[in-house]
Structure formats: structure tokens, C-alpha cells
């Protein structure tokens, strides 16, 4: 069964709007990690943002921010202020607690237009 | 900073030859990964490793193997390539500890491999 689920399809976004990006994720361990991840054009996985299942509130780092919604197992990754380097595929991913592994969406496609 | 490096980013092969990818991690990291990725897909996971001469199938690892043995090194064996297995192959380390749920993974540069 699937963990991550990202569904949205690529999106245009003009610079410096805000833009969301949707995850939602399944899980039955109380312990988990969720991760966002952005992988430009060049092809390295950037680690952006990280949320724990027992974290009180929502992480923020820069212009990233995770809207976490704990009872409707949500996720959704805020960009502010978007810029030209923004543009880029960006993952959702779980890792459950006890568990090595992560398990990834199939990512949302972002290109930030002037 | 974590630096993970694949010896390849670009690797063009004929079916049927055995292709070796490599990566090295540089921070002692207890676990690799190799992933795959493909368009549609997002990443899937083929193989990872614990530690040294360690290793666990992911969940597509069909048609690969991998070798760990040094720490810093994982290896990914295509020991017959076949044109299904052209993709973009992605390296990962963590930190050991499993319950450290917030520990992410650091990835490589990736290799675009194609085979032909």
C-alpha cells in the first residue's frame, strides 16, 4: 500500500506568490519522521524540511514551512515568496519509526515563471 | 558537510553487460541506499545496507546486488543490464540508530544510466 501520496500535477507558480505543496502519508506507528526533499533539474535531492510525529508545532526553516496536520495525515510543504531557483521537483517522504527506510512520494513538479 | 559521491553521473552500457555503480559516503555513516528513479514513479528502494556486509532487499531488487564491503562504500551490481534498467540511480546515507526518526538521508549526485 502506498505511504506517501502526492497527486497534485505540475504547477506553474510566479514568482514571489506562495506556493503549497500536498502529502499525505499512512502510517499506524505513532513514531514517524516526515521529510521534504527538492531535486532541481541537475539531479542531487536537496533536503529541505523536517517534521516529527510528536513535534507541537509546525517546522519552519526560511522560506520553507511544513503545514503539519496530524489528524488528517497531511503534510503539505509552504514555500513564500517563491524564486527562479525554486523551480524543481519536490518529494515527500516517511520514515516510520524503527525503520531505516523511507518511503517517498511520487513528487509534485514546480516551475516558478518571472 | 555530508558528501556522498557516485563514481559515475552519466553511464551508457549494451544489454546484457555487468554494470557496477559506486558510492562513497564520507561522514561513517552505518546506512546506504540505492534507489531508483524513474519518471511517474518517484524513488523506489533496491537495496540498502546497515552496516558492513549487510544487506537488505528494498523493495524492486530484482535484477540487481549489491556488495558493502567497506563502511564508506556500497555497490550496485547490474549483473546483466537490460534496457528496462535504464534510469537514474540514486545513493543515500544516514546515521545509524533506527529510532532516530528525524535523521535524514544525504544523497548523491546520481547516475543517468542507459543501456542500450
Known amino acids: 500500500a502506498q505511504k506517501i501520496t502526492q497527486t497534485q500535477p505540475g504547477m506553474f507558480v510566479q514568482e514571489k506568490e506562495a506556493v503549497t505543496l500536498d502529502c499525505t502519508y499512512d502510517?499506524?506507528?505513532?513514531?514517524?519522521?516526515l521529510f521534504w526533499y527538492k531535486q532541481p533539474s541537475s539531479g542531487e535531492m536537496i533536503f529541505l524540511i523536517y517534521?516529527?510525529?510528536?513535534?507541537?508545532q509546525n517546522a519552519t526553516e526560511g522560506r520553507y514551512s511544513l503545514n503539519f496536520q496530524k489528524a488528517r495525515k497531511s503534510a503539505n510543504l509552504v514555500i513564500s515568496a517563491s524564486q527562479l531557483g525554486d523551480s524543481a521537483m519536490y518529494f515527500c517522504a516517511m520514515r516510520d519509526g524503527g525503520n531505516n527506510r523511507l518511503a517517498f512520494g511520487k513528487g509534485n513538479q514546480v516551475v516558478v515563471i518571472p | 558537510d555530508v558528501k556522498v559521491t557516485q563514481s559515475s553521473r552519466y553511464l551508457v552500457k549494451r544489454t546484457g553487460e555487468k554494470v557496477f555503480l559506486e558510492c562513497v559516503q564520507d561522514m561513517d555513516h552505518e546506512n546506504m541506499f540505492w534507489y531508483r528513479q524513474d519518471p511517474g514513479l518517484g524513488l523506489r528502494l533496491i537495496y540498502f545496507s546497515y552496516d558492513v556486509k549487510m544487506k537488505e532487499k528494498g523493495d524492486i531488487p530484482e535484477g540487481y546486488s549489491v556488495s558493502r564491503e567497506k563502511k564508506e562504500r556500497f555497490s550496485l551490481i547490474l549483473e546483466s543490464a537490460s534496457t528496462n534498467q535504464t534510469s537514474m540511480y540514486l545513493c543515500?546515507?544516514?546515521?545509524?540508530?533506527?529510532?532516530?526518526?528525524?535523521?535524514?538521508?544525504?544523497f548523491g549526485p546520481g547516475t543517468r544510466l542507459l543501456v542500450l
Open positions: 517534521q516529527g510525529s510528536y513535534d507541537q
Open positions: 502510517t499506524s506507528d505513532p513514531s514517524y519522521g
Open positions: 543515500a546515507s544516514s546515521p545509524g540508530e533506527a529510532t532516530r526518526t528525524q535523521e535524514t538521508q544525504y
